[in-house]
């Protein structure tokens, strides 16, 4: 069990699918060892092979992942309210939990006009970079947030926040208002507003956002909503 969580382990945001002999050097494994247990993962629907010889993590692992109590009751809560949302606004929704230094996407509905967006179901995204993200590191422990700048932050889109003091008034603006107001950070051509879902004891759980192409000129008129759909969420949660 130990060398085949060891081979998962070598998977990351910047290391999405990788070959074999990547994988092997990784996780410090012989190649026949690691061979052997990339055909058992395989088997398995822990990882799946994506050509040309690479592999990615499988959907099985995420299945089995979501059943996990907090994050099967979370989205268990949030997907009516996320339906309504999606069908009220027609464009794309997403529920985003924290993931160590990550958002990790638990869901997402893709709306009447479905945008090339770069979340998926079970992907993790880095925290900066996305409404959703930037309102769970709002919130965040300060350990968050000092490991998310001492990594650096790094351009996804053109939008990008990349400058420390720039990003910290950003999260002062979100703790302010409630919401998060994002254009061209994670995708170029997209914006979103997102807002964060309180469970019981007061602390942010998630963050959910909709997602609109970037020529929108007035994303607050979105805001009303987004943050009656998470005050929704999160009573759900009490």
Known sequence: MGRGLAVLGTFAPDRPEQTLAAIAQASGLPSATAYRLVAE?????????????????????????????????????????????????????HLVV???????????????????????????????????????????????LDAVLA??????????????ARLAAALAEIRRTGSCLSREEMTDGAASVAAPVVGPSGEVLAGISVVVPSDTENLTLLVPAVRMAAGAISRALH
């Open 41 to 93: 993962l395989v088997g398995w629907g822990a990882l799946e092979k994506v050509g040309r010889g690479r592999y990615r993590v499988g959907m099985r692992l995420w299945e089995v992942g979501s059943l996990a109590p907090v994050a099967r009751g979370l989205r268990d809560a949030a997907l009516p309210v996320l339906q309504e949302l999606c069908a009220v606004t027609g464009h794309p929704v």
């Open 151 to 164: 990594t650096g932050l790094p351009r996804v889109a053109s939008g990008t926040i990349t400058d420390p």
């Open 98 to 144: 924290l993931d160590g230094e990550h958002a990790l996407f638990l869901e997402r509905l893709a709306g009447h006009a479905p945008l090339a967006l770069r979340s998926q179901v079970g992907k993790r995204l880095p925290l900066h970079a996305s409404g959703p993200g930037k309102v769970l590191l709002a919130h965040a422990p300060a350990e968050v």
